[in-house]
């Protein structure tokens, strides 16, 4: 189906293991981002990505690591998870990002709980 | 990007219009606003977006003050599938592309 997708949807693990959310999308579009939110806090930027292989952080991207070797797939790792990471975590695409209007599709999220 | 303002929630009746109001007196000339809404359990979903004019689409229209320092995101009817939060973000040529969320608005819609 086309679209934005992320797996997995659910995800319990434990302070100290490595994550890896993953975000698929069929559109080709340049730019893929990652979200978090937090109760209280809205979304918030982790990293994001132009194109492949080009990748930036974004407001709070400590503890994270990305990678975009495919324009398709953008997968978001926790290289040792700690309670704070707790959180729903959006990915999102868009065709381009020079122009103000265009818009942004956001996958269903993945809620990723650290014990 | 400039900040927007927007009250923390709303209640509505079914099938009643819905006025959402959005404050951004910082608000600069190249800036567009978006509305963004986010269904329970969802992620956000573009509702509609505008620079100056008012604006309409299947989903909602958007009311732009002469001033553009407020706007408005009006539902006509609202029904209980449009309970969600509802953001209204400032974008422009010059950002990274990211969208900039704050509190939003939460709306209820009772039946």
């Known amino acids: 189906d086309a679209g934005i997708t992320q797996s997995p949807r659910y995800k319990i693990t434990e302070t100290g293991r490595q994550v890896t959310l993953m975000c698929h999308q069929t559109?080709?579009?340049?730019?893929m981002f990652w979200y978090r939110q937090d109760l209280g806090h809205g979304l918030r930027l982790i990293y994001y990505?132009?194109?492949?292989?080009?990748?930036d952080k974004g407001e709070v991207p400590d503890g994270y690591v990305v990678s975009r070797s495919k324009t398709e797939n953008f997968p978001l790792t926790l290289e040792s998870a700690t309670r704070s990471q707790t959180s729903v975590y959006f990915c999102?695409?868009?065709?381009?990002?020079?122009?103000?209007?265009?818009?942004?599709?956001f996958g269903p999220g993945t809620r990723l709980t650290v014990l | 990007d400039a900040k927007t303002t927007q009250p923390n929630s709303m209640e509505s009746n079914e099938e009643e219009p819905v006025h959402l109001p959005c404050n951004h007196s910082?608000?600069?000339?190249?800036?567009?606003i978006h509305w963004y809404r986010q269904l329970p359990s969802q992620g956000p979903e573009y509702v509609i977006h505008?620079?100056?004019s008012n604006v309409n689409n299947r989903m909602a229209s958007l009311a732009i003050a002469e001033d553009r320092k407020s706007s408005t995101l009006i539902l006509h009817r609202a029904t209980l599938r449009d309970a969600a939060v509802y953001y209204c973000?400032?974008?422009?040529?010059?950002?990274?592309?990211?969208?900039?969320f704050g509190k939003g608005t939460k709306l209820s819609v009772k039946p």
């Open positions: 999102a695409s868009l065709v381009d990002a020079g122009g103000p209007v265009d818009t942004q599709y």
């Open positions: 559109w080709s579009h340049s730019y």
């Open positions: 990505s132009a194109a492949a292989d080009i990748t």
């Open positions: 910082t608000i600069s000339g190249t800036d567009y």
């Open positions: 505008g620079l100056t």
């Open positions: 973000i400032l974008r422009n040529g010059g950002s990274q592309g990211n969208l900039i």
